[in-house]
């Protein structure tokens, strides 16, 4: 996941490829609930790894739940009818799925609880479950302002369960769910919900109904307007049960194959197909009213482009409501004005999704009208770079990215990336791995220097910052030095090429800040001051460093990268848009290389170190290939008297001041 302030997102040309989904947020903390008031132990496959469903599972353990993971399964053990609890505060961050369900569900069973969250779940309403309950004879009461939470939660002292059950449907249907998955636990005779108004996002509670029938209970329906929980109604586990992929999340990837598949291709989503149980995979039907051309299988779809531009569509989007963000974005790419319908939902999820996605798609250059329930969006005639607020909202982060494809190369940053963890914490990877574009629009950043100058202390740093690669060039002079070595070769002319033969076929990969040729981790090999002379030796011989030219310009892929060593802006990148070089004085390096080596219990002295490190300069700046010297338009950076974080602070103030995103 990206955990970054912000993310840079460069024109992103066409799209083609497979992704495979995470699991449905949806269906998992329902799962997860399910099995928790269940007896015995359920195995749950597939669960989605994300921010929402570790607070459910956080608020499980507290409760008494046993929860074991054993690979990519989840065995969770129930609770089993159990009635008595410790007090327990429970943070629900801001899981809408967690917070409603938990309070009907503890508010049942019985004990004293407080429920909380962020900021902004103590901005989304509650009232209309609590008042659902409290008509049971539940105690409940409001911790902060009358509606919302937090909440506390009292033991009841009678309920009351002979009339129905009156609740709104038309603010959210998770009130209505809430109620459907906590009242089995009392239901010692039939028990009646009435929906009092509209019901709203009904996939969802066909959703609901289905995992409930799952797990032993068979609700029945009379249209969306009664719900009759049978007496007797006991929860069985299933042992086990896999978790769908999320529909929800299938929709970026069905709109970047209408967007942004090339002729011949396609993007392949699989994990989800046709026969979803979500409602959301109604979002292949508006796709295709605006052009995608979709084909499906049993857990699978495949989009590629259709009709180009867009249609534009006018919608009734109440069954998709959370898909229908990603359509507020396609209209962007359509040829006329798109309205989406009945979306009153979006003033209460993360944020205020209809003044959210007003106010950013404005930035883009789009016009945009904004109603109670609706918005009616014009495409941009001119694009702008915008960057993007996220508003801790998943889906905002998620669908703008899908700016990044307009036709006129606008970059668009995306600001607090790392909110796409609420559903999707893999979301930016898996866009890329299927986003494709021209080699030179990916941005480098070089970062070149003498030894023992910090240049991989600060690239790696910044490259932390901006969410792009990173490129430690040294090490391969080092891992490729290792190897000749090992396989008794004389660092020398006379075994270039061999070496060279022998560096184009290194099995090298980086993973947890370790480097290992092949299984065998090598990481303090490759670090020893022999090494680095060694890795000066190689460097030098014109054969081995074309056989690493190839394999250092592979690590140029999207997001970004940064690249540190002695020519990645003079020979390897010479078209990188911002170039560092990084100096210190000789007496400061031998300094820090001696403090870093008696820390590692290596003996040596500064004078020593100091007369090593002007050789070393003088062999690499005065040898014959690739010399090291500043690019002509690299900025010089002396680190001589500044701490990290102020020369961090320095090249990031750098490449902003080559980027505009106005507010």
């Known amino acids: 996941m990206f955990d970054t302030a912000f993310l840079d997102l460069p024109p992103l040309d066409s799209a083609g490829g497979t992704v495979t989904l995470p699991g449905s947020k949806s269906i998992s903390n329902r799962v997860l609930l399910l099995a928790a008031l269940c007896e015995g132990t359920t195995v749950v496959h597939d669960l989605l790894d994300s921010d929402d469903t570790r607070v459910m599972l956080d608020a499980l353990r507290a409760l008494g739940c046993s929860v074991v993971h054993k690979g990519a399964s989840l065995e969770l053990t129930g609770l089993g009818g159990k009635r008595s609890f410790p007090a327990a505060r429970l943070f629900l961050g801001n899981a809408g799925t967690a917070m409603r369900p938990l309070t009907a569900a503890l508010a049942l069973i019985g004990g004293e609880f407080e429920l909380s969250g962020v900021a902004r779940m103590h901005e989304r309403p509650i009232g209309d479950l609590v008042d659902a309950l409290r008509q049971l004879g539940c105690r409940i009461d409001y911790l902060g302002v009358e509606g919302y939470p937090p909440l506390k939660v009292h033991p009841a002292k009678a309920l009351k369960l002979d009339a129905p059950i009156q609740v709104r449907g038309d603010v959210s249907s998770q009130f209505l769910t809430a109620l459907l998955m906590a009242l089995p636990l009392v239901a010692d005779h039939n028990i009646t919900i009435e929906v009092v108004g509209e019901l709203i996002s009904k996939p969802y509670i066909e959703i609901t109904l289905n995992m409930l029938q799952r ?206 963890g609420k559903t999707f914490p893999d979301y930016f990877e898996a866009l890329f791995s299927v986003a494709r574009t021209m080699t030179q629009h990916v941005p480098v950043i070089t970062v070149d220097g003498p030894t023992a100058s910090g240049k991989g202390t600060l690239a790696s740093e910044v490259a932390r910052r901006l969410g792009y690669h990173y490129l430690d060039s040294g090490a391969l002079y080092r891992i490729t030095a290792l190897a000749a070595v090992r396989a008794g070769l004389a660092l020398d002319v006379a075994h270039e090429h061999t070496i060279a033969k022998m ?35 190689v460097s030098a011989l014109p054969a081995v460093r074309t056989a690493l030219v190839a394999l250092q310009q592979s690590f140029r892929k999207l997001p970004g990268l940064v690249a540190d060593g002695r020519d990645m802006g003079t020979v390897i990148f010479p078209d990188a848009p911002m170039k560092v070089y990084l100096t210190a004085s000789a007496a400061q390096r031998a300094q820090r290389r001696h403090k870093q080596l008696i820390s590692k219990g290596i003996s040596t002295t500064i004078d020593t170190l100091r007369a090593d490190l002007e050789a070393r300069d003088h062999r690499d700046s005065s040898r014959a290939v690739a010399p090291l010297k500043p690019a002509e338009d690299a900025l010089l950076l002396d ?20 980027h505009h995103f106005p507010d």
């Open 215 to 420: 797990f032993g209970i068979g609700v029945r329906r009379e249209g969306w307007q009664r719900f009759i929980i049978p007496a007797g109604s006991h929860y069985r586990s299933p042992g086990e049960i896999h978790v769908e992929a999320d529909a929800s999340s299938a929709s970026y990837f069905i709109a970047l194959g209408a967007i942004g598949a090339a002729k011949g291709t396609s993007v392949r989503i699989e994990g989800v197909g046709a026969a979803s149980i979500q409602g959301d995979i109604r979002f292949v039907d508006a796709a295709r009213a605006m052009g995608a051309h979709v084909e499906s299988g049993p857990n699978w779809l495949e989009v590629s482009r259709g009709h180009w531009p867009l249609h534009p569509v006018d919608l009734d989007c109440n069954h998709i409501p959370d898909a229908a963000m990603t359509l507020a974005v396609m209209a962007l790419y359509a040829e006329g004005t798109t309205t989406l319908r009945n979306i009153a939902s979006w003033r209460v999820k993360e944020t205020d999704r209809i003044a959210a996605m007003a106010t950013e798609l404005r930035k883009l250059g789009a016009l945009v009208e904004e109603g109670p329930d609706f918005i009616r969006i014009d495409p941009p005639r001119q694009w702008k770079p915008a960057a993007i607020h996220t508003y801790d909202d998943h889906r905002v982060a998620m669908c703008f990215s899908l700016a990044a494809f307009n036709p006129q190369g606008v970059p668009v940053r995306i600001l607090d990336p790392k909110c796409v």
């Open 639 to 658: 680190n001589s008297s500044q701490t990290i974080e102020e020369s961090v602070a320095q090249v990031l103030q750098w490449w902003e001041g080559k």
């Open 503 to 537: 560096a184009e076929t290194l099995p090298v990969r980086f993973a947890g800040g370790r480097v290992f040729l092949g299984d065998d981790d090598i990481t303090d090999a490759i670090r020893t001051e022999e090494a680095g002379m060694n890795a000066s030796r």
